[in-house]
């Protein structure tokens, strides 16, 4: 069986971290934010920082694992390796059901969203558009990760100019920047300015949310133990950046007041701006970057099937790499088939509704597995060293916990909330038998 090439460089991997993350979320969260936060600028940008730096230190953690066992599979490979086979199954397992799947869904689907201001589509005509949305990523991955990679290279460059273009336009078009300082206070107070904040960086992380998909794809990255440490933390770095100047060009656009009011702030903003037309150029930007965001999923995320395929816990087929085009290309498309059918199945808030919190947990073993791991490499060279160990990690696993634990207190005071947390659970746990019924076929 021919094994998968390592044709991924550092630069690759940089405009792979970023194009994973920016996807929607920095186009239509901030409104969500101040209002879930009663109109707080300043407690608004520290929840965006936050996310931020949370996002570092998490990358800046698997950086270390990725370049010290640089193998296909990131997450999967070190929650294996840390903690053993069933932990990391499960981990695959929720990824395919729900993580991986219910992105490239919710992407899809805000693809459509916002290719309906453009084209008027019916309810049927959006979900065939988000359907053959998500079969042209698949298929471009599935015909080789070069082109794969190329093509997340120029839409990832594009969406960030067009980021960084609207920001400079609004920044200086813009007549409400003197406002903004009377709106940094809060008038919440304890418990419930807590929960605001928390309530707010769920949906900050789910903007940040895909950072950590390049340690899918390590067993294919040239010289892994440098390209790992840079492109995470320069890909952090640039990320806050871009989100943080975003969301204060908003603020300057709009106001604190009208800013709170709008659900698609990006769009108002360039409207209130540069005229009606800019909403269409909003619409056409958030096309791309949904669009690139899909492909880096289904770039990476496949990997983890590949390597629990040849773990014997998946499919067989799923560990075959296809001798012409060098990908695992049966793994390529279960994912882009289960996002399709997720794709159908449900709308955009409802995609996302369990995606963070099952994600989260793993997120946090993931980031715990290097104490382990660290352990068992006791004397050792270990060719990236985490910054800040073991506060660094241990930081990072902390605040994944509380992020958990207060998705768990939400859900039981939103009935929606409560039953999307209630599918994703149920289908992780029907991981325990099927993780089982491949143990037992593999012995």
């Known amino acids: 069986m021919s094994p998968l090439v390592r044709t991924l460089r550092q630069r ?13 979320g920095i186009f239509l969260t901030p409104g969500l934010i101040l209002q879930q936060l009663r109109g707080s600028v300043g407690f608004s940008l520290l929840v965006w920082a936050a996310g931020g730096i949370l996002s570092l230190l998490g990358a800046l953690t698997y950086a270390e694992l990725s370049a010290s066992n640089p193998e296909a599979g990131g997450l999967y490979c070190f929650i294996r390796d840390g903690f053993g086979r069933m932990p990391a199954f499960l981990y695959g397992w929720s990824l395919f059901l729900v ?7 919710a992407l899809a689907r805000a693809f459509t969203r916002y290719l309906s201001e453009i084209i008027p589509l019916s309810t049927t005509g959006a979900t065939i558009v988000s359907v053959l949305m998500i079969g042209v990523v698949t298929t471009v ?11 997340q290279n120029w839409t990832t460059l594009i969406k960030v100019l067009l980021i960084v273009c609207l920001s400079g336009f609004l920044l200086s078009l813009g007549h409400y920047g003197s406002g903004l300082a009377a709106a940094m206070g809060t008038t919440q107070q304890g418990s419930a300015l807590l929960s605001s904040f928390g309530l707010a960086m769920i949906a900050v992380l789910w903007a940040y949310e895909g950072w950590q998909f390049g340690t ?21 770095l640039i990320l806050v950046g871009l989100y943080l100047v975003a969301n204060v060009a908003y603020l300057v656009a709009l106001g604190p007041t009208a800013a709170t009011a709008s659900d698609a702030i990006a769009a108002t ?11 269409k150029i909003i619409a056409l930007t958030i096309l791309i970057s949904t669009f690139s965001s899909a492909n880096s999923v289904i770039l990476t995320a496949p990997r983890v099937f590949y390597a629990m395929a040849n773990d ?16 695992p290309a049966s793994a390529v498309i279960a994912l882009g088939v289960w996002s399709a059918v997720l794709a159908c199945a449900g709308k955009f808030a409802e995609l996302i509704g369990g995606v963070v919190f099952i994600g989260w947990v793993f997120y946090g073993l993931a980031a715990a597995a290097i104490f382990p791991i660290r ?9 990236y060293r985490v910054p800040g160990y073991p506060f660094t990690p241990f930081l990072f696993v902390l605040a994944a916990t509380a992020i958990v634990a207060n998705a768990i ?30 143990r037992r076929r593999a012995a």
Do not use: C, M
Not at 413 to 424: C, E, I, K, S
């Open 269 to 279: 903003a360039a409207a209130a701006v540069l005229g009606p037309w800019a909403a």
């Open 312 to 327: 014997h816990l998946f499919f067989k087929k799923l560990a075959e790499v296809h001798p012409r085009f060098r990908t």
């Open 375 to 383: 352990r068992a490499l006791q004397g050792k060279p270990i060719p």
């Open 216 to 236: 899918y794809s390590a067993g294919e990255v040239i010289d892994p133990q440098k390209s790992f440490p840079r492109a995470f933390l320069l890909g952090s």
């Open 141 to 151: 991955n599935v015909r080789g990760t070069r082109k794969s990679s190329d093509l």
């Open 99 to 105: 993580i991986a799947s219910g992105t490239v869904a």
């Open 12 to 24: 690759d991997l940089l405009l792979l971290f970023i194009g994973s993350v920016i996807g929607s």
């Open 409 to 438: 207190y939400l859900a039981f005071r939103d009935p929606l909330q409560f039953r999307n947390l209630t599918v994703a659970i149920v289908l992780f746990l029907l991981g325990l038998p099927a993780y089982y019924f491949w």
